[in-house]
């Protein structure tokens, strides 16, 4: 049975009080209950906040530093470092108003945009190269929705087009006897 060393539960109570995110909560309370409850094990109470045992001993022993350090310290996680965004806010905002423009507005000779499009322009406007992937959800939180075209063909016949497509329309339900066997 893990215990704490240096640091107390009132440490761990205190602790507790001055935290607001999910997590560091999370993390204090695993430890408190695995603490205060005598017949239960690690992977017992850690399994109870979706963890595993080790994950559980890992911060008895990171929150038995609390008699030492201050609690921002041994609570939260170091921030991430990640990827910096390539575009900044107000380029941004000016390829989202691009979007809500046609092409042609923006100096583009198409119809309609396109993902190779819109990577194409954040390459020549901001200078900028995204993956395909990346532009389609750029292109999606900017409100685009993809569309596909339908293609009619030429030669067809617009009356019998209309007469099939009256017996799609929707009507009320009804529901007919299967005359399978």
């Known amino acids: 049975m893990a215990a704490l060393d240096d640091a107390t539960l009132d440490d761990l109570r ?13 993390r204090l309370m695993a ?15 850690a399994e109870r906040y979706g963890y595993t045992g080790p994950w559980l001993s890992r911060w008895v022993g990171r929150l038995d530093r609390l008699a030492d350090e201050p609690v921002e310290q041994v609570v939260y996680d170091d921030p991430r470092e990640g990827r910096t965004a390539e575009l ?29 499009l819109a990577r194409h322009y954040l390459a020549e406007e901001f200078d900028v190269e995204y993956c395909e992937r990346h532009v389609r959800r750029l292109m999606s939180e900017a409100g685009l929705s993809w569309k596909t075209a339908r293609p009619e063909y030429y030669k067809s016949d617009e009356r019998a087009q209309e007469a099939w497509q009256e017996g799609f329309k929707k009507s009320a339900t009804t529901w007919t006897t299967n005359t399978r066997s």
Do not use: C, R
Not at 14 to 26: C, S
Not at 31 to 45: Q, W
Not at 88 to 111: I, M, T, W
């Open 14 to 26: 205190e602790a507790l009080a001055e935290v607001e995110d999910k997590k560091p909560t999370q």
């Open 31 to 45: 430890v408190i209950n695995y603490l205060e409850e005598d017949s239960a094990t690690m992977a017992e109470v």
């Open 88 to 116: 900044s806010g107000e380029q941004y905002d000016q390829f989202v108003e691009a979007l809500h423009e046609s092409p042609e507005e923006v100096g583009l000779d198409a119809p309609a945009w396109s993902v190779p």
